[in-house]
Nanobody, 126 residues
Framework: QAQLVESGGGWVQPGGSLRLSCVAS????????MAWFRQAPGKEREFVAG????????YYADRVQGRFAVSRDNARNIVYLQMNNLKPEDTAVYFC???????????????????WGQGTQVTVSS
């Protein structure tokens, strides 16, 4: 079965950067929309960034626009999330998800994805 494994999280000071990786096994991500979500304590899971199956075009939540960049290496079956100028409110567990079959090219709801990984913790503090 398909598996997604996130890595790259950790602690960073405000203004710092991290790069998260989502490694897919048992599935070819090339025809799939992939996305990053995050969940902070006491809050529901929220959309962060996605990479469309239609040429890997990225799209973002307003809160991270201009600071985060999602990309993919289809040959290596990896999706990345480059996070720059991190803020304390970015602190959360970050999850990678595989898009459900369909024709929506910009899915942003958690129920539009499946095969979630375990998540990787990102902590932004002084």
């Amino acid at each position: 079965q398909a598996q997604l494994v996130e890595s790259g999280g950790g602690w960073v000071q405000p203004g710092g950067s991290l790069r998260l990786s989502c490694v897919a096994s048992g599935v070819d991500i090339r025809p799939l929309t992939m996305a990053w979500f995050r969940q902070a304590p006491g809050k529901e899971r929220e959309f962060v960034a996605g990479t469309s199956k239609s040429g890997g075009i990225p799209y973002y939540a307003d809160r991270v626009q201009g600071r985060f960049a999602v990309s993919r290496d289809n040959a290596r079956n990896i999706v990345y999330l480059q996070m720059n100028n991190l803020k304390p409110e970015d602190t959360a567990v970050y999850f990678c998800g595989q898009g459900n079959p369909g024709f929506n090219i910009r899915p942003q709801k958690d129920y539009e994805f499946h095969n979630w990984g375990q998540g990787t913790q990102v902590t932004v503090s002084s």
